[in-house]
C-alpha cells in the first residue's frame, strides 16, 4: 500500500508562483517513479510532469514545460511541482500519482497504481 497526501494548491494571479508537495507513505521502497497530473472542469485528467524516483529522467507537457519544475527529497518521501508564470489555463484540480512497475509508459494515467486526494489551483486573469 502506498498512500499520497498532496498541499500547496491555492488562488495566484496570472503570472504568479505555487509550489505543490505530495509526500508519500507506505511501501514506498517499491515506487519507481512519481508524476503530477491535473483535470480542469469538463475536461480529461491530463499528463503534466513525472520523476524517476531514484533516477534523474524527467518528462514534462508541452502546455508546461520551460514554466514548471518537478523535483524530489527522498528522504522526506516528497516529491514537488514548482509552478512558475502561471496562465488562467493552468487552473485546475492537480494529482500525484505513483508507478510502482513501469507498466503503461509515462503519460497515460493509466500507468498509475496509487493517486493522492488532488488540490486545488486556481490562476486569475
Known amino acids: 500500500q502506498v498512500q499520497l497526501v498532496e498541499s500547496g494548491g491555492g488562488l495566484v494571479q496570472a503570472g504568479g508562483s505555487l509550489r505543490l508537495s505530495c509526500v508519500a507513505s507506505?511501501?514506498?521502497?517499491?515506487?519507481?517513479?512519481m508524476a503530477w497530473f491535473r483535470q480542469a472542469p469538463g475536461k480529461e485528467r491530463e499528463f503534466v510532469a513525472r520523476?524517476?524516483?531514484?533516477?534523474?529522467?524527467?518528462y514534462y507537457a508541452d502546455s508546461v514545460k520551460g514554466r514548471f519544475t518537478i523535483s524530489r527529497d527522498n528522504a522526506k518521501n516528497t516529491v514537488y511541482l514548482q509552478m512558475n508564470n502561471l496562465k488562467p489555463e493552468d487552473t485546475a484540480v492537480y494529482y500525484c500519482?505513483?508507478?510502482?512497475?513501469?507498466?503503461?509508459?509515462?503519460?497515460?494515467?493509466?500507468?498509475?497504481?496509487?493517486w493522492g486526494q488532488g488540490t486545488q489551483v486556481t490562476v486569475s486573469s
Open positions: 520523476l524517476s524516483w531514484r533516477g534523474t529522467s524527467t
Open positions: 507506505g511501501r514506498t521502497f517499491n515506487i519507481v517513479a
Open positions: 500519482a505513483a508507478d510502482l512497475d513501469y507498466s503503461g509508459g509515462v503519460y497515460s494515467r493509466f500507468a498509475y497504481d496509487y
